[in-house]
């Protein structure tokens, strides 16, 4: 959500760091969830198809 919002309103200049313990778990937290491989691996068939229509505008 964060990089739409960076999108939409441009890009930061910069951010806060932080090293915080709880924000870093949480940080991890995320990213274990999202995974490292492409998102449509973890979307159902139904879902990809529809993407694939709307992106070929006969949705």
């Known amino acids: 959500m964060?990089?739409?919002g960076w999108i939409e309103?441009?890009?930061p200049d910069?951010?806060?760091v932080s090293f915080e313990p709880e924000v870093r778990a949480q940080v991890q937290q995320?990213?274990?969830k999202?995974?490292?491989g492409p998102g449509?691996?973890?979307m159902s068939s139904e879902?990809?198809?529809?993407g694939r229509e709307?992106?070929?505008g006969t949705r």
């Open 9 to 11: 309103a441009g890009r």
């Open 40 to 42: 449509h691996e973890r």
């Open 34 to 36: 999202a995974g490292t």
């Open 54 to 56: 709307e992106v070929a």
């Open 2 to 4: 964060q990089l739409i």
């Open 14 to 16: 910069g951010w806060d």
């Open 30 to 32: 995320w990213i274990d």
């Open 47 to 50: 879902m990809v198809a529809a």
